[in-house]
């Protein structure tokens, strides 16, 4: 079955370590997204890619870096210079470029947490 | 900009009554729009979705929801609860590079 899997579910951070968190999809999607969620704020959008070695900041990138040397891998890495990094990430695919339509299939979602 | 805003962080229902989330949003071109599920510690799962058809769609597992565009609105509704229906639903709107999601709305359904 086709799908977007994240890994790991969980992951704990210690104070100024930087750690990746891996987004893989076999949808044959264009598009991928990673978004942070916090309680009673909905998703934030920090970073997407459309295209394969293009990616662009969303809202709160700010302390976080991507790569998308493939089109199915869009891994996210959470800096030390992300201050508050305990979150709930989610990651998604489109298959439109651009104007959605389509609307977006999720990953499972890894659980950071600073320890 | 697209923006979407849920009326009510949090609704709580009886089991097989109805169920009725509020959204209403704002876009600079017509809007598509978009409702999403949420249970604990998963990820989110497309409910419905509207793109210009017709204004009353159907979704999965009983859900419903109406585009009134006189209204800015797109509300989810269900006519009879069920206990798995408990989770946290997502109003979104289609931007021109992303999805614009509300803060959420968390339904619980009491026995």
């Known amino acids: 079955d086709g799908g977007i899997t994240q890994s790991p579910k969980y992951l704990f951070r210690k104070e100024g370590q930087n750690v990746t968190l891996s987004c893989e999809q076999n949808l044959n999607h264009d598009a991928m997204y990673w978004y942070r969620q916090d309680p009673g704020q909905g998703l934030r959008l920090i970073y997407y890619s459309q295209i394969v070695n293009d990616f662009q900041k969303g809202d709160i990138a700010e302390g976080y870096s991507v790569s998308r040397e493939k089109k199915e891998s869009f891994p996210l890495t959470v800096t030390s210079a992300q201050k508050n990094p305990t979150a709930f990430y989610l990651c998604a695919s489109s298959k439109d470029k651009g104007p959605l339509s389509y609307g977006y299939t999720f990953g499972s979602g890894t659980r950071l947490t600073v320890v | 900009a697209q923006s979407v805003t849920q009326l009510d962080s949090h609704v709580s229902v009886s089991e097989g009554t109805p169920v009725l989330l509020r959204c209403n949003y704002s876009s600079s071109y017509s809007p598509s729009l978009f409702w999403y599920v949420q249970h604990p510690n998963k990820g989110l799962q497309l409910l419905l979705k509207?793109?210009?058809?017709?204004?009353l769609v159907k979704g999965i597992n009983g859900f419903e929801a109406e585009f009134k565009k006189s209204e800015t609105s797109f509300h989810l509704t269900k006519p009879s609860a069920h206990m798995s229906d408990a989770a946290e639903y997502f109003c979104v709107v289609r931007g021109f590079n992303d999805m614009r999601f509300g803060a959420g709305t968390r339904l619980t359904v009491k026995p």
């Open positions: 509207y793109t210009s058809a017709a204004t």
